[in-house]
């Protein structure tokens, strides 16, 4: 009975035997858990405003719920076989967001507490949740006695289970980027949880395996996913999966180097830590997802084994920005890496996420069509760790400002492009570091590509009711007004805008782009294309054909145009 798709299924087993899905269904405006017996369909539980969910045994589940700004806020237990139900944490804090994963081993369940720049972990002992007669509140288990990290300023914290010790993916106030620390050995249980000996108790490895993004612990070893170090020059390093010793935790067993177009390895269902093979999702702007499923007996193979680099050519290289070398990734076809030919800049730069270029198949068509396609690794994202996150967030924001200018400018030093064969895309938050790029420097590219823009900062800061609003001072600063487009002085642009908005998207209002579009002073023409149906996320290979259409045709429209089914009175806020 709600209205969205089906965002994931995951199999539990009840202790009668029979086997059970929980199918969670999401949209912008709402979300449910729905747990269904297999065989017949018969509903076995349904958890309202349910968001995430983790299986503790056959029968026992945590799982999240979200509130009125699609915020994830409080994490519940619930026993499906005794349809027993209990809070467990509430958030009374608007700026955190609440998880809760489960180690490998299912020894023990983290609930995760985190803002942008902080993090507040609870560990909780699986058995003793489940052999518990608990109420219905069970807030007891999320206190001060199994607190590992607490929201220490710029502190971010990951946790896995391994004989007997937990390990960390961890920064701390010296070292800003995540880096793998072991625990010393765990207590045993007490009446609520396993004895939890905070972080800064952590020793880390002694390892140096770059930018790390994520663990996951099997029997056969640890898997770490990371981004090799830069190279002398400076040059992004390249996607790579090492594997641990896991009697060793500092002994390499094998590694896996993916070739350079790779942007970001992310892990893909592994739910048993006995299982064979490593599942992986490969994403990459010149060809489309892959899902891998290696033996880990594989890592041992040399860079390029197991997926080629494909028809086109990489090369990185490296922008000056304000005294700070900023990485790039060109891509093409060999022939126009070293001709003058038309370019798409690609960036983003916010929440500490890695620009993955993956616009479905947008960048694949753009250079079978002979144009280049360039990754601007500004900071504020992940590329190269946390304290490159840092460096672009809040009041250093206009970082990722001068950042995304200085990488165009670079490359079209190079004689690589020009302003008139340049065009700029964004998505989301990232609309804002663009549509802030282009009207500070007017005519630095001849297109801009906007998807979903988030571009009506002060205004969304000032509204309670977005899920994008007051809880995101710390992404772009107590001072917002200052680094909204809209707040500039004579909001002028030299570029032919295209902007793909969704008629249900709750993060980046319809009026974002009305607002947006009325403070323009330019006649270069301003084009909207509107997704009725679509939501924040949906409906992108649409997108990707409308984006290609307007970046390949001739010419500049000099008259606005609309796309869709588009009303002028949906411009009255």
Same mark, same amino acid.
């Given at each position: 009975?709600?209205?969205?798709?089906?965002?994931?299924?995951?199999?539990?087993?009840?202790?009668?035997?029979?086997?059970?899905?929980?199918?969670?269904?999401?949209?912008?405006?709402?979300?449910?858990?729905?747990?269904?017996?297999?065989?017949?369909?018969?509903?076995?539980?349904?958890?309202?405003?349910?968001?995430?969910?983790?299986?503790?045994?056959?029968?026992?589940?945590?799982?999240?719920?979200?509130?009125?700004?699609?915020?994830?806020?409080?994490?519940?237990?619930?026993?499906?076989?005794?349809?027993?139900?209990?809070?467990?944490?509430?958030?009374?804090?608007?700026?955190?967001?609440?998880?809760?994963?489960?180690?490998?081993?299912?020894?023990?369940?983290?609930?995760?507490? /985190?803002?942008? @720049? #902080?993090?507040?972990?609870? %560990?909780?002992? =699986?058995?003793?949740?489940? &052999?518990?007669?608990?109420?219905? $509140?069970?807030?007891?288990?999320?206190?001060?006695?199994?607190?590992?990290?607490?929201?220490?300023?710029?502190?971010?914290?990951?946790?896995?289970?391994?004989?007997?010790?937990?390990?960390?993916?961890?920064?701390?106030?010296?070292?800003?980027?995540?880096?793998?620390?072991?625990?010393?050995?765990?207590?045993?249980?007490?009446?609520?949880?396993?004895?939890?000996?905070?972080?800064?108790?952590?020793?880390?490895?002694?390892?140096?395996?770059?930018?790390?993004?994520?663990?996951?612990?099997?029997?056969?070893?640890?898997?770490?996913?990371?981004?090799?170090?830069?190279?002398?020059?400076?040059?992004?390093? /390249?996607?790579? @999966? #090492?594997?641990?010793?896991? %009697?060793?935790? =500092?002994?390499?067993?094998? &590694?896996?180097?993916?070739?350079? $177009?790779?942007?970001?390895?992310?892990?893909?269902?592994?739910?048993?830590?006995?299982?064979?093979?490593?599942?992986?999702?490969?994403?990459?702007?010149?060809?489309?997802?892959?899902?891998?499923?290696?033996?880990?007996?594989?890592?041992?193979?040399?860079?390029?084994?197991?997926?080629?680099?494909?028809?086109?050519?990489?090369?990185?290289?490296?922008?000056?920005?304000?005294?700070?070398?900023?990485?790039?990734?060109?891509?093409?076809?060999?022939?126009?890496?070293?001709?003058?030919?038309?370019?798409?800049?690609?960036?983003?730069?916010?929440?500490?996420?890695?620009?993955?270029?993956?616009?479905?198949?947008?960048?694949?068509?753009?250079?079978?069509?002979?144009?280049?396609?360039?990754?601007?690794?500004?900071?504020?994202?992940?590329?190269?760790?946390?304290?490159?996150?840092?460096?672009?967030?809040?009041?250093?924001?206009?970082?990722?400002?001068?950042?995304?200018?200085?990488?165009?400018?670079?490359?079209?030093?190079?004689?690589?492009?020009?302003?008139?064969?340049?065009?700029?895309?964004?998505?989301?938050?990232?609309?804002?570091?663009?549509?802030?790029?282009?009207?500070?420097?007017?005519?630095?590219?001849?297109?801009?590509?906007?998807?979903?823009?988030?571009?009506?900062?002060?205004?969304?800061?000032?509204?309670?009711?977005?899920?994008?609003?007051?809880?995101?001072?710390?992404?772009?600063?107590?001072?917002?007004?200052?680094?909204?487009?809209?707040?500039?002085?004579?909001?002028?642009?030299?570029?032919?805008?295209?902007?793909?908005?969704?008629?249900?998207?709750?993060?980046?209002?319809?009026?974002?782009?009305?607002?947006?579009?009325?403070?323009?002073?330019?006649?270069?023409?301003?084009?909207?294309?509107?997704?009725?149906?679509?939501?924040?996320?949906?409906?992108?290979?649409?997108?990707?054909?409308?984006?290609?259409?307007?970046?390949?045709?001739?010419?500049?429209?000099?008259?606005?145009?609309?796309?869709?089914?588009?009303?002028?009175?949906?411009?009255?806020?």
């Amino acid at each position: 009975g709600v209205s969205g798709g089906v965002s994931g299924v995951l199999r539990g087993v009840q202790s009668t035997g029979r086997e059970v899905l929980a199918v969670m269904v999401n949209s912008d405006e709402d979300s449910e858990i729905c747990i269904l017996q297999e065989e017949s369909g018969e509903l076995v539980a349904r958890l309202h405003s349910g968001h995430q969910l983790q299986w503790l045994s056959e029968t026992c589940l945590l799982y999240t719920t979200i509130n009125a700004k699609m915020r994830p806020d409080s994490v519940f237990y619930c026993d499906t076989l005794s349809q027993t139900r209990g809070i467990l944490y509430k958030s009374e804090n608007r700026s955190e967001v609440v998880s809760v994963t489960c180690t490998k081993d299912r020894a023990y369940s983290v609930v995760n507490v /985190n803002t942008k @720049l #902080t993090s507040h972990l609870y %560990l909780l002992d =699986n058995q003793t949740l489940i &052999s518990g007669n608990h109420g219905d $509140d069970m807030t007891q288990f999320c206190g001060n006695h199994n607190l590992v990290c607490s929201q220490d300023q710029g502190v971010k914290c990951y946790l896995e289970h391994h004989q007997g010790h937990l390990i960390a993916i961890t920064s701390t106030p010296d070292h800003p980027n995540l880096r793998l620390h072991l625990s010393p050995p765990l207590g045993a249980p007490t009446r609520l949880v396993a004895a939890a000996p905070n972080v800064t108790s952590f020793i880390p490895l002694s390892l140096e395996l770059g930018v790390v993004h994520e663990v996951e612990v099997f029997e056969r070893g640890v898997v770490v996913y990371h981004s090799s170090l830069q190279d002398l020059h400076g040059n992004l390093g /390249n996607q790579e @999966l #090492t594997l641990l010793d896991p %009697l060793d935790l =500092n002994k390499i067993m094998g &590694s896996i180097k993916f070739p350079s $177009d790779v942007s970001m390895v992310t892990p893909n269902n592994n739910s048993d830590s006995g299982q064979t093979h490593l599942n992986i999702q490969v994403h990459s702007c010149t060809k489309p997802l892959k899902q891998l499923s290696i033996p880990f007996s594989k890592f041992t193979v040399s860079r390029g084994r197991l997926i080629s680099r494909g028809r086109y050519e990489v090369f990185k290289d490296v922008a000056h920005s304000g005294g700070v070398e900023v990485p790039i990734t060109i891509i093409g076809k060999e022939e126009c890496l070293v001709d003058c030919t038309p370019c798409l800049f690609l960036t983003y730069g916010c929440y500490g996420e890695t620009l993955l270029g993956t616009l479905e198949t947008l960048p694949r068509q753009l250079l079978d069509a002979g144009w280049k396609v360039v990754l601007c690794h500004v900071r504020g994202g992940g590329e190269l760790g946390r304290n490159w996150y840092l460096q672009g967030v809040g009041a250093a924001k206009e970082n990722s400002v001068l950042d995304t200018l200085n990488c165009i400018k670079h490359v079209q030093s190079l004689n690589l492009t020009t302003p008139s064969l340049s065009a700029l895309h964004a998505s989301s938050s990232g609309a804002l570091v663009a549509a802030r790029a282009v009207c500070a420097v007017p005519g630095i590219v001849r297109k801009l590509v906007l998807r979903f823009p988030f571009l009506d900062l002060e205004t969304a800061m000032l509204d309670p009711t977005l899920p994008l609003s007051s809880e995101e001072r710390e992404e772009w600063g107590c001072g917002t007004s200052s680094f909204s487009p809209l707040d500039l002085t004579n909001l002028t642009l030299q570029s032919s805008v295209l902007l793909t908005v969704a008629g249900r998207d709750r993060r980046a209002p319809l009026w974002h782009t009305a607002n947006f579009i009325t403070s323009l002073s330019n006649d270069a023409g301003v084009h909207v294309h509107l997704l009725d149906d679509a939501d924040h996320t949906g409906f992108s290979e649409i997108a990707d054909g409308v984006e290609r259409s307007f970046l390949l045709e001739d010419g500049d429209k000099r008259q606005n145009g609309f796309w869709g089914l588009f009303k002028f009175n949906f411009f009255a806020k």
